[in-house]
């Protein structure tokens, strides 16, 4: 970052060479200059096959956005009628939507249905860096926020409170409008769940760090996988749909099997 | 008194009854039980899968006293907030009412408590649908006419409370969706034009949520509502013995006898292992299913609402009402607002309700029949009641499953809205073409009847005629089976008759008008001079 933000503050030197401030702004950019490269130093070798790979990462990306993704989102990413402009979406966007297999479309219905993956895990790779060099957008979330660690009670009460009346409390999913709906959360990788989340996509709101912080988005995280990896303390949970299972259980089973048993009862013995 | 004093000499001089003897006389000899044991004993019910179904209901009630029972000793019905620190990992520490917390902790940490939580709301859950499934079977059969009116409408006054227990059980927990049900109690109740804020007031003590509600339907729930149930379960059950029980048509029924098996020793053993078979499935259900996941959840709050939030089934009729009135029906007139999309909601549903309590005196008036009936009818025998039963089936039918339309929209990949609107079709022209087709099924059954008793049933025997013709053998039903397809009641449709002093009075026209219209689509039972006619006809 240092190395960065470097020439652009050599840049507003040239306006201002006269300035009283000057000669702070040169103490600064000397400072700045030279641990920023320490920092370079202690690095420099691998961050610059890192640069080149991920050049080449790019490259490749760009390859496969021309013949995969152009058709809607445009050569460049700009848009088209048929698929949104992505330049700005960032890599998460890219690596939620095509993590899922949500994207490419298999076709145009009210919202993008989860399908089998499309591109293996370099490619998709690939296209989130070719996406995230267009202009600054989420970017793939640190592995620290996914572990899964988090506190779960407060992630619970999140989730009730900002994903629950899509999502349903237990994750089970829920009608939405025009035939889109909010999809089931059980076994949706940690990764996804923050991309979605940062990101928003389909019909989801954008929570953004202001709205959810890091820290409380693990916690959500955390919650819901311990849905995952707790199976219901009742017994089978029969879809966790609420009542509306439960009901059609006890009339189709429970009643079903008593009104049998019934029948069974009075049949004559002879 | 004589025969209590014949069966202790009898006793005495014999001495052959040991221990079992001995007890049943020291008993017998100070409460003379055996004159109520004798009448009772010799009770004769009649064998039908179908009239087991109200037994189901009381055996579930039985289940949900004793669970209950089991809850109450754990349950604190308090809306003091309290930390939850019991151990369920996602909701430690979170605040809660002393209500939801106590319920999590009999989830959890009594054991056992799970158990019963998820037996007393399956039990509960039966109990009423097994109500429900009586009473369709009291309506089809016509066993509701004279002199059972009386025992409908405490039947149906119990299918009401057993919906007002369920509803404040649903309630107590304090969960998130309970108090979602009660925000949309709320709701309604501040519907009602001028006294509804006042109600919803007085109801909550306060603005809702409020502090007192659980306390309130506590008391409801485990002491007023239980109390007036047993007490009309008792009356209930009590004309059953009063009325003796009715059968289906058959050879050698009649309207004076009860043919069947004695409550002993075959109905007591029968009725009582049917008891622990329902309870073995109840329990079978608890142990497998879950059932209500408060811990899901999560306590209650005014602002989150889950999607799939639904009432127990028994309330989903009330809820998709609710669901299918359409927007733009609000208004404010005279300083008051008047939410007619919650007035007439509750307006079509207390309607619906006040029609099927009063429905024997309905059907009375109409046909004018003043006789006893202990016969069933069977449902083709009734065209137009079995159409209106299927009419008010389909009603109810398309308000319940309005209740999940959002499941149903997520399930079948359909709109939310093409469900509503399909529902609101269904709901108002549904009943009209349940009505003519069921009318329809019934007489043309009625009519296949009358063919087979007059010209026997289709042998599937090919015979050809010297002359080349082919024909089916038909053959003469058994006198057993004629008997059930010619005795029936038919009416025909009442005449217009002045009354003392010479008029016809509006009441006069009506109930002439309603009788055509039930009765003038019939087809007559075969009588003995048609049979006779045809007989030896059978080609």
């Known amino acids: 970052m240092t190395t960065i933000s470097t020439p652009k503050q050599s840049g507003g030197r040239k306006a201002g060479r006269r300035s009283p401030l000057a000669s702070v702004a040169l103490i600064a950019i000397g400072l700045l200059f030279t641990g920023g490269a320490y920092a370079a130093f202690s690095t420099s070798t691998a961050s610059a096959e890192t640069t080149a790979a991920s050049q ?51 076709l145009n219905g009210p919202q993008a249905e989860k399908k089998a993956v499309q591109f293996t895990e370099e490619q998709t790779a690939a296209l989130a860096a070719y996406v995230a060099s267009l202009a600054p957008g989420p970017a793939l979330p640190d592995a620290s926020l996914l572990d899964g660690e988090g506190d779960a009670a407060n992630g619970a009460e999140l989730f009730r409170i900002n994903c629950a009346m899509c999502h ?25 769940i923050y991309e979605a989340m940062v990101t928003g996509p389909q019909n989801m709101p954008v929570f953004n760090d202001m709205n959810i912080s890091p820290e409380s988005k693990r916690d959500i995280i955390t919650y819901l996988k311990y849905l995952d990896t707790n199976p219901s303390p009742g017994g089978f949970a029969l879809g966790a749909l609420g009542p509306v ?18 029948v069974w009862i009075t049949a004559k013995s002879n | 008194m004589s025969t209590a ?11 052959s009854g040991g221990l079992t003897g001995a007890a049943a006389n020291y008993i017998d000899e100070r409460t003379s039980i055996s004159t109520a044991v004798k009448e009772l004993g010799r009770k004769i019910f009649p064998d039908h899968w179908s009239f087991l179904l109200g037994e189901v209901a009381l055996y579930s009630f039985v289940i949900i006293l004793l669970s209950g029972s089991f809850l109450t000793f754990f349950f604190h019905a308090s809306m003091t907030p309290v930390e939850y620190d019991g151990s369920y990992l996602p909701l430690k520490g979170v605040e809660m009412s002393a209500a939801m917390a106590s319920s999590l902790d009999i989830s959890f940490d009594i054991r056992g408590g799970l158990l019963m939580r998820q037996v007393h709301h399956w039990a509960a859950l039966l109990f009423v649908a097994a109500i429900g499934l009586h009473m369709l079977r009291i309506y089809f059969t016509g066993a509701f006419r004279k002199p059972r009116e009386l025992n409908w409408v405490i039947g149906f006054i119990l299918f009401i409370l057993a919906m007002a227990e369920g509803f404040t059980g649903y309630s107590l927990p304090d969960d998130l969706l309970s108090g979602n049900g009660l925000r949309i109690i709320d709701g309604m109740v501040k519907g009602i034009p001028v006294v509804g804020t006042w109600i919803s007031f007085l109801l909550f003590g306060g603005e809702f949520p409020g502090e007192q509600i659980v306390g309130r339907l506590y008391s409801l729930h485990i002491l007023l509502l239980p109390a007036i149930i047993v007490a009309l379960i008792a009356m209930h059950l009590l004309f059953v013995v009063v009325h003796k029980h009715t059968q289906y048509p058959g050879a050698g029924r009649t309207n004076q006898n009860v043919v069947g098996y004695p409550v002993l020793p075959v109905y007591a053993a029968k009725a009582g292992g049917f008891f622990f078979i329902v309870f073995g499935i109840v329990m079978l259900m608890a142990s497998l299913f879950t059932i209500n996941p408060i811990w899901n959840y999560g306590p209650y709050d005014p602002s989150p609402v889950s999607a799939g939030t639904q009432p127990d089934w028994y309330i989903g009729f009330a809820d998709g009402a609710l669901r299918l009135i359409p927007p ?30 009063i429905y024997p005196f309905i059907e009375a008036w109409v046909t004018g029949d003043k006789r006893e009936h202990h016969i069933l009818d069977r449902p083709r025998n009734a065209p137009t009641r079995t159409a209106i039963g299927a009419a008010g089936v389909t009603f109810y039918a398309a308000l319940w499953a309005t209740a999940s339309s959002d499941i149903i929209a997520t399930h079948f990949k359909v709109t939310m809205e093409g469900v509503i609107h399909t529902m609101q079709f269904l709901v108002i022209v549904g009943p009209f073409i349940a009505f003519f087709v069921t009318k329809r099924i019934c007489l043309a059954l009625q009519k296949k009847d009358r063919e087979i008793v007059l010209h026997g049933y289709e042998s599937g025997r090919i015979v050809r005629l010297p002359g080349g013709e082919y024909i089916e053998v038909h053959q003469p ?9 010619v005795s029936y009641n038919d009416y025909k449709p009442l005449m ?16 002439a008008g309603l009788s055509r219209w039930f009765f003038e689509d019939r087809i007559e039972p075969v009588s003995s001079t048609e049979l006779e006619r045809t007989h030896g006809d059978h080609h």
Not at chain 1, 172 to 183: C, E, F, N, S, V
Not at chain 1, 245 to 262: K, P
Request: charged share 15%.
């Open chain 1, 168 to 192: 349903n409390v237990a994750g089970a999913g829920g009608a939405l409008t025009q035939g889109k709906y909010a999809p089931a959360l059980a076994g949706v990788t940690e990764k996804h």
């Open chain 2, 328 to 357: 733009g029906l609000e208004f404010v007139w005279l300083d008051r607002t008047w939410s007619f999309n919650i007035l007439i909601p509750l307006v079509a549903l207390g309607l619906f309700i006040l029609v099927v309590l």
């Open chain 2, 5 to 15: 004093t014949t069966t202790t000499e009898l006793v005495e001089t014999k001495k």
């Open chain 2, 496 to 511: 217009i008759r002045p009354n003392a002093k010479g008029k016809i009075t509006v009441g006069q026209k009506a109930r």
């Open chain 2, 477 to 485: 039903v058994d006198e057993y089976e004629r008997w059930k397809l």
């Open chain 1, 56 to 106: 080449q990462t790019v490259g490749e990306g760009q390859k496969l956005f021309a013949a995969n993704c152009a058709t809607c989102h445009g050569l460049a990413a700009e848009g088209t009628g048929s698929g949104p402009s992505l330049i700005g979406v960032g890599a998460a966007s890219v690596d939620f939507q095509v993590g899922t297999g949500r994207m490419p479309m298999q």
């Open chain 1, 245 to 262: 299972s439960e009901g059609l259980f006890l009339w189709i089973f429970g009643l079903g099997s008593i009104v049998a048993l019934t």
